[in-house]
């Protein structure tokens, strides 16, 4: 199998542009199966592609800011409301159940 070039390919734009083109071909009844295999070796090219634009991304701080702050937003609407278990420490002191923990009052201690 030959290596497929996608070298053309510099934005993230691009390669989207490229995938929907190939997943349209790809539908298309009248498309062989070793062209669709052709157009499929060229997909994961630019799948690959797109993970090294990613991984060689450069944030500005407001977007490091931005993310950071995504994760803390998102555990806090988990499980109405309470935080998720990663936002819990390990050894921290247990400051009794909360409203939500009406269950865990009638749990056992080890937890079934």
Known sequence: MARVDVSRYQTFGEITERLDDIVTQVRDKDVSLERSL???DEAIALGSKAVSLV????F???E?????AT???AAAGEKDGEPAEADTPVDAPADGPSEGDAAAEDAPADGR
């Open 64 to 68: 490091e800011a931005r993310l950071a």
């Open 38 to 40: 052709d157009l499929f």
């Open 55 to 58: 991984d060689a991304t450069d």
């Open 60 to 62: 500005s701080p407001e």
């Open 71 to 73: 994760p803390a937003e």
